[in-house]
């Protein structure tokens, strides 16, 4: 059983500066894509940054130029790190990794339990 889970959110100043992680544990066959999302209270669970197997990258808008997501393969974790902090990134953020956990299973998609970062004005 594929399960991811997050660390590195907490409390910052805006303008500073956070590293998430998402680690994998359990087996699995091949990722298809990989993504960091989030969701602020009362608000729908937004896209923030993809990453591919191919190891393309996108990102949101609002965090272009700020934010980076990367992977360790060796470590199978996923990094988001995330600079120049606004109030507005405040969110519960989410690991999400669409994979297949073996050869003959379908791909699905696999979240972490999330976590929260803060950023005060």
């Known amino acids: 059983q594929v399960q991811l889970v997050e660390s590195g959110g907490g409390l910052v100043q805006a303008g500073g500066s956070l590293r998430l992680s998402c680690a994998a544990s359990?087996?699995?066959?091949?990722?298809?894509?990989m993504g960091w999302y989030r969701q602020a209270p009362g608000q729908q669970r937004e896209l923030v940054a993809g990453?591919?197997?191919?190891?393309?990258?996108s990102y949101a808008d609002s965090v272009k130029g700020r934010f980076t997501i990367s992977r360790d393969n060796v470590k199978n974790t996923m990094y988001l790190e995330m600079n120049s902090l606004k109030p507005e990134d405040t969110a519960v953020y989410y690991c999400?990794?669409?994979?297949?956990?073996?050869?003959?299973?379908?791909?699905?998609?696999?979240w972490g339990q999330g976590t929260q970062v803060t950023v005060s004005s």
């Open positions: 359990g087996s699995i066959f091949r990722i298809n894509a």
């Open positions: 999400n990794w669409n994979a297949y956990a073996d050869r003959y299973s379908r791909s699905r998609d696999y």
């Open positions: 990453l591919t197997s191919g190891g393309s990258t």
